[in-house]
């Protein structure tokens, strides 16, 4: 969904409000269409380079992965409780979304029902922010800038609107967006360093670890734990990271032992849900297409195991950086959930944020 020529299309009408919402995985890999090294930080580079391009306002989707994770992480242990539809699927690679469709229909309710982070952050550019800022959400054009291509054919799914209005209007990869700032001479090496736009601009340390395989999980592990031990509870779960297209972890949070499966790559994922005894034998089961999870996307800057690596390393610096690292201690998610969605599983977070994860062509 979208080009380069749609997104310019709109930078050019005067009846747009243009808007651009960055992946957890970009800032750790577009400095390399730049020239810089794999793995360098330019979070803020690159927030300063989008506004010169014209973009408006530019939020950051990791603050819609913490939202995410509460929401998920609730979900599971409402499921947990129930014991129900375990393991949880984590619901943030619309490519596994598509092959569970498409091969493995009878698991499709095991997805988490929330939406991925860029679905949600289009929605709340468009509900929450729209009313906060009394803006016109239908003015509203929501660029996502993203890992990958599947994250094109996410956006045109039909459940991903709200009210007749589509989440995201536009889906550039890293290597065009990198085009397009070049396209306006808005070099990221010489552009101002600015911060995100408040509202939505202000994520946790475990909001933007969703850029690597495993970083769902310990994100889901921190909510967890917060909830079960309080703020006692550890926040580093070092057993779900690794190098391993799939993994496994047990971890001991309160009274509970949870069995993890992390996974890269369809075939481990085939694998798995080819013996249901193994599949059910988790609790949570996080999946990821792409070697190393986004930082390895189809529509990032070349990768290499050893860019991957450099990658992964520059994300979990960007987290242990972060004062806040649990999804829920996030003071703008606070602030979001106490005037806006309420409480996770909310009415309106049910409206805007989760869609239906059911087989029709099942019994
Ligand atoms: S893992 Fe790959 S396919 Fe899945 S969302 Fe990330 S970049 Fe896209």
Redesign the pocket.
């Known amino acids: 969904m979208g080009s380069i020529e749609d997104v310019n299309a709109a930078l050019a009408d005067e009846g747009k409000m243009v808007m651009a919402q960055v992946a957890p ?1 970009v800032r750790v890999t577009i400095g390399e269409e730049f020239g810089l090294p794999a793995g360098t930080i330019v979070t803020k580079k690159l927030v300063g380079a989008l506004r010169q391009a014209g973009f408006e306002k530019v939020f950051d989707t990791s603050v819609a992965a913490d939202i995410v994770t509460i929401e998920e992480g609730t979900e599971f242990l409402n499921r947990l409780e129930d014991q129900e539809d375990l393991p949880l699927l984590t619901s ?5 979304v598509f092959f569970v469709e498409n091969t493995f229909p009878k698991f499709l309710h095991h997805f988490c029902t929330v939406k ?1 982070p860029q679905q949600g952050m289009g929605s709340l550019i468009k509900t929450y922010y729209a009313r906060r800022m009394k803006i016109d959400a239908k003015k509203n054009f929501v660029v996502a800038v ?6 094109k054919m ?1 956006a045109r799914r039909p459940e991903m609107e709200f009210d007749g209005v589509h989440n995201v209007d536009a889906v550039l990869t890293t290597k065009e967006a990198a085009a397009l700032l070049k396209s306006k001479k808005a070099d990221l090496n010489g552009a101002n360093e600015t911060g995100f736009d408040s509202l939505l601009g202000k994520a946790s340390g475990a909001g933007q670890l969703f ?1 690597q ?1 495993g970083g769902v999980s310990e994100a889901l592990l921190r909510f967890v734990a917060w909830k079960l031990e309080g703020k006692k509870a550890r926040v580093l779960f070092k057993e779900v990271r690794g190098k391993k297209g799939f993994r496994e972890a047990e971890v001991k949070i309160g009274s509970r032992m949870l069995k993890v499966a992390v996974i ?1 790559g369809l075939n481990n994922l085939r694998d798995l849900m080819s013996s249901e005894e193994k599949f059910h034998s988790y609790d949570v089961v996080e999946i ?3 070697p190393g ?2 930082i ?5 800057p070349e990768s290499t195991p050893e860019k991957l690596e450099a990658r992964k390393k520059a994300l979990h610096n960007v987290d242990a950086m972060e004062t806040v690292r649990v999804a829920s201690e996030n003071p703008e998610v606070k602030e979001l959930y106490g005037s806006y969605l309420i409480e996770p599983g909310s009415k309106v977070a049910r409206s805007i944020l989760h869609v239906s994860r059911i087989c029709l062509k099942c019994d």
Do not use: F, R, W
């Open positions: 995985a943030c690679c619309p490519a596994s991925s993203m890992p990958c291509i599947v994250k996410e850029g395989t890269d990821m297409t792409c999870g986004c390895g996307g189809g529509g990032q």
